[in-house]
């Protein structure tokens, strides 16, 4: 049984930085792609970044490159979210997600979803 906990939302001013974590358990194998998404309120879900986890190959959705960082733990089986220069439209639940997809991108590509843990920018 997969399972996916996040931890490491929070309330943060504008400007500031917050680290998330997804702990894993129960992934079999080393070519599915774990990654966040975020939902704000009245909005779809959509991706933020991504990681294959075999290879460390990352990618980031435009609206948050060069400020957050994707990463992983192979050993702790734990994917990483670094938000750093935090902006109000940040403000969102940012979700955990793995896929048996190489290059995740899309709600529809994620098998598994943690919780959810809420980010909230203050201006």
């Known amino acids: 049984q997969v399972q996916l906990v996040e931890s490491g939302g929070g309330l943060v001013q504008a400007g500031g930085s917050l680290r998330l974590s997804c702990a894993a358990s129960g992934l079999t194998s080393r070519w599915y792609s774990m990654g966040w998404f975020r939902q704000a309120p009245g909005k779809e879900r959509e991706f933020v970044a991504a990681?294959?986890?075999?290879?460390?190959?990352?990618a980031y959705a435009d609206s948050v490159k060069g400020r957050f960082t994707i990463s992983r733990d192979n050993v702790k089986a734990t994917v990483s979210l670094q938000l750093n220069n935090l902006k109000p439209e940040d403000t969102a639940v940012y979700y955990c997600?793995?896929?048996?997809?190489?290059?995740?991108?899309?709600?529809?590509?994620?098998?598994?979803w943690g919780q959810g843990t809420q980010v909230t920018v203050s201006s």
């Open positions: 997600a793995a896929s048996r997809t190489i290059g995740l991108r899309t709600t529809t590509q994620s098998d598994y």
């Open positions: 990681i294959q986890y075999f290879t460390g190959n990352t």
